[in-house]
Each structure stands twice: as C-alpha cells, then as structure tokens.
C-alpha cells in the first residue's frame, strides 16, 4: 500500500484514521471510486479507439499491438489540452494496471516487484508512468518515484515518449486532413440495467463524445464507425473490426469502481 499511497494520498491518510468513516468521507470516497472507474473508462475508449485506427486505416504495426495501443492513448491522454482531467486519468489508469497486477499474482504490494515478470499488467502500468514522466517531468515525477523508476531511467523515459510520439503522429500523418472530415462515428448508449449509475456518470461525462471529436478532427476513417456502452456480461472493452465497432461494457465500470474501494483504499479488510 505504501508506495501507491502517494497517488491517492489524501485518500490513504483518510483510511488509516479512522476504521469507522464519517458519513462525509465516505461519500467523498466513493466520489473518487467513481472518479477512479471513469478515469480508467477515459483511457480504455483511448486504448480501444487505438485498436479501431489499426484496424481502420490499415496500420502497420511493429511489436504488439496491445502496447502500441497502450502508447497511443497515453500520447493522446498527456497532449489533449481541451480535457483538464487527463492528467488525472492516466494516473488512475496505470494504478488500474498496477491493482490488476497485484489482483491476478496474489503478490503483497509491499514485496511486489516492478522488475520480475509477474504479469503484463504490471509493465502496462510501468510502460505508461514512464511515457508520463518523459512527457512532463514536473508532473508525474512523484508518480515515477512511487512507481521506484530511478532518475536515470526517468531521463531516459523523455526519449521513449518522444519516439512514440513520433512514431504514431508520422504512422497516422497521411489519415489527417486539416479541411476534410472523413466518415461520422456513431454514439450509442444501451440499456445499464444494474449498472444505470455507472452509464449515468459515463454519459453525463461525455467521455465517448470527447474521443470521437478527438478522432474525427484529427483523421479522416474510411466508414462509419461506432461507440457502443453496453452491458456485455464481462467487465472488459473491445474493438469488432466486423462490425466496426468500439464497445465499453458497463461491468468494467463496476470492477473498477470496488477495486478502488477494495483493493486501494482497503475497504472490507478489518470489519465483519
Ligand atoms: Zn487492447
């Protein structure tokens, strides 16, 4: 717990006072638990919508898909200027990653290592926090400290942020068209069920909205693509070259919110 305090630390300090919360922190606990899942939503449509140009435009791509995809979102995340709230996402979704690490090895946070290979969602996180400092040092340095990248490898991340930034801007330079917009994307909302409040706060954030403004100022797709939040029976998000579609399950949404109760602030641990 320790180390990821840091990122959520007023949060740690509320929950090491005090076993029985108030009824004030605990609402503005689960404010930020909600903050958290949609935080992790915002870089997941990034990270799927990464999957869709690929496909889309017929990419190329060297190495895997899933950490050039990865590399995208968090380039998109760290130069979008309109959304004040980027900053913030991409630490919550690389503490996603970390907490789906430290979830699927059984490993103790505290003897967990950054370096070994305990799971690809551990390097997701470190690749993404490395991107960040590398981009702004002022920024995420206290998130690379807690993350134990040492300085050097800190320095050393401007150059890896800088290639992929590049590299990603002279792949999709030929799909961008300053005077043309290509085919429309297409926002759907299907019914939540159980998960309404989720869906509430994803729509009433207009996340979908904001990634598909980003993607139709910027390149120019070939056909029709749509945005789907849907119930899917799986906490998971997908891109269906079939149908040309990016899909946010609302489970995800779910999983994310109590992992940020459970698993980061340690609810559920000392009471019943
Ligand atoms: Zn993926």
């Known amino acids: 717990m320790r180390t990821l305090c840091a990122t959520v630390l007023a949060a740690c300090i509320v929950a ?48 895997r898909e899933e950490d050039a995809v990865d590399a995208l979102a968090t380039v998109w995340l760290l130069t979008d200027d309109s959304d004040p709230d980027s900053y913030n996402a991409l630490i919550d979704a690389a503490d996603g990653w970390y907490f789906n690490a430290v979830d699927s090895t059984g490993s103790g946070v505290d003897d967990f290592s950054y370096y070994s290979d ?14 960040m400092v590398g981009k702004d040092a002022d920024a995420f340095g206290d998130t690379a400290d807690a993350y134990e990248i040492d300085a050097d490898q ?9 290639q992929a930034r590049s590299s990603w801007e002279m792949l999709l330079e030929p799909h ?48 029709t693509v749509t945005f789907r939040a ?21 489970e995800l949404a779910e999983y994310m919110y109590y992992m940020y109760l459970y698993d980061i602030m340690g609810w559920g641990e000392s009471s019943d």
């Open 16 to 63: 090491a006072l005090s076993p029985a919360l108030e009824a004030e922190d605990e609402l503005s606990i689960l404010s930020d638990a909600m903050d958290f899942a949609m935080h992790d939503a915002t870089f997941t449509m990034y990270h799927e919508i990464g999957h869709m140009l690929i496909s889309e435009l017929g990419l190329p791509v060297l190495g």
């Open 230 to 250: 849907t119930q899917c029976g799986e906490a998971n998000a997908f891109f269906d070259p079939s149908e040309s579609e990016v899909i946010y399950c609302y």
């Open 154 to 162: 800190q320095e050393a991340c401007s150059y890896t942020y800088e």
């Open 118 to 131: 305990h799971s690809l969602d551990i390097q997701r996180a470190y690749a993404m926090v490395c991107l």
């Open 176 to 223: 961008t068209d300053d005077e043309y917009y290509g085919a429309p994307i297409k926002i759907v909302y299907e019914d939540a069920g159980e998960y309404a409040k989720f869906a509430e706060e994803f729509e009433g954030r207009g996340i979908m909205e904001h990634a598909a403004e980003l993607v139709m100022e910027n390149y120019v797709l070939p056909q």
